[in-house]
Nanobody, 124 residues
């Protein structure tokens, strides 16, 4: 079991960059696939990016492809989301999620452990 905790959110201007950090304390972090989701007010939680056990399987939503980069450091039990060229529509609460297994999924229900979320606000 892991307990993800996100950090790094805040207020930025359109075009800026920001890096989110998720520290997933617990055992056997390297056996978990990790993902980032986001949820804007009044909307459902949506997939952003995911990364597998050894960082060789990655997946991005089309809305962030080419702008965001997901990475992980298993020695630090940490997953990152580097967000570049931020847009106002990226504004949301960003959640870190974990599931045991190598496969990455785009559906929130596939993930068992969630962080509390960190707010990202991008002004125009």
């Amino acid at each position: 079991q892991v307990s993800p905790v996100e950090s790094g959110g805040g207020l930025v201007q359109a075009g800026d960059s920001m890096r989110l950090t998720c520290v997933a304390s617990g055992h056997l972090f390297s056996t978990y696939a990790m993902a980032w989701f986001r949820q804007a007010p009044g909307k459902e939680r949506e997939f952003v990016a995911a990364i597998g056990w050894l960082a060789r399987n990655v997946d991005y939503d089309d809305s962030v492809k080419g702008r965001f980069i997901i990475s992980r450091d298993n020695d630090k039990n940490t997953v990152y989301l580097q967000m570049n060229s931020l847009k106002p529509e990226d504004t949301a609460v960003y959640y870190c999620a974990a599931r045991r297994g190598a496969t990455v999924y785009r559906t929130p229900g596939a993930y068992d452990y969630w962080g509390q979320g960190t707010q990202v606000t991008v002004s125009s």
